[in-house]
Every structure is written in C-alpha cells, then in structure tokens.
C-alpha cells in the first residue's frame, strides 16, 4: 500500500491508471501533466512511488527522473512508456528508475511492477 504520484501528459493514461491503482491498496495522492508540474508535486507531496510518463511537454520523464532523483536518492520510479522505446528504458533504468511499464496498460502489470518496485531497497 503505497502513496502514489502520477506524472503524464495524457488525461487518458492518467485516469486509466488511477483507475486501476484505485481499485487496489494505493493511495493516487496526485497528479501532474509535466515534468515541471511533476517535479513540484512530488517535492510537495513526498510520494511513496512516482509513475513517470517519458513523453511529456516542458520537461521529459528522463530529465525529470533525474531531477527527482537528484532530490530524493533512493525515489521510488516507474516510467511510462509506449512499446518500442527500448533504448529510452534502458537509458532511464541506468539512470536509476526502479522499473517500467509499458502501454496499453493492463492491471496485472502495473499492479505487478509497482508492488515489485516497492519491495526494492
Ligand atoms: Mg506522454
């Protein structure tokens, strides 16, 4: 049960996955629509874990990965992204995301990721 921050540009993807983090043990304590947005919420608001869209406008999910990283070491992030971004997943899990996932989102993997990357240290 977890304290979650979802960043992401689309109102489509961020209700669907408030849908299904709401229909679970989470908490969605808020939302942003850019790594600006999302920078300062999660300042203000000390979220358990972050979901991280990487498309955003005014500032990326990478550089705000690293912005919130910079802020709070060991944050708890998982980006968002479409299929076929390999390379930008790696990049952000070398950067220090906990994880990712992947749309179309379904339940199960999101729910799976996030649990998993909450057990992390
Ligand atoms: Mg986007």
Redesign the pocket.
């Known amino acids: 049960m977890a304290n979650i921050l979802i960043i992401?540009?689309?109102v489509m993807?961020r209700n669907k996955l408030k849908k299904i983090l709401d229909s679970s043990d989470h908490t969605v304590v808020g939302e942003a629509q850019d790594g600006v947005e999302g920078l300062a919420k999660f300042k203000k608001l000390s979220p358990d874990l972050v979901t991280l869209?990487?498309?955003?406008p005014n500032m990326d999910?990478l550089q705000c990965l690293r912005e919130i990283l910079a802020e709070k070491s060991d944050a708890k992030v998982v980006m968002?992204t479409a299929l076929g971004k390999g390379d930008t997943m790696l990049e952000a899990l070398d950067a220090g995301a906990a994880d990712y996932i992947t749309k179309p989102f379904e339940d199960a993997n999101v729910l799976g990721v996030i649990a998993g990357a909450l057990e992390q240290g």
Do not use: L
Request: hydrophobic share 30%; glycine share 10%; proline share 0%.
């Open positions: 992401d540009d689309s993807s869209d990487v498309t955003m999910g968002i």
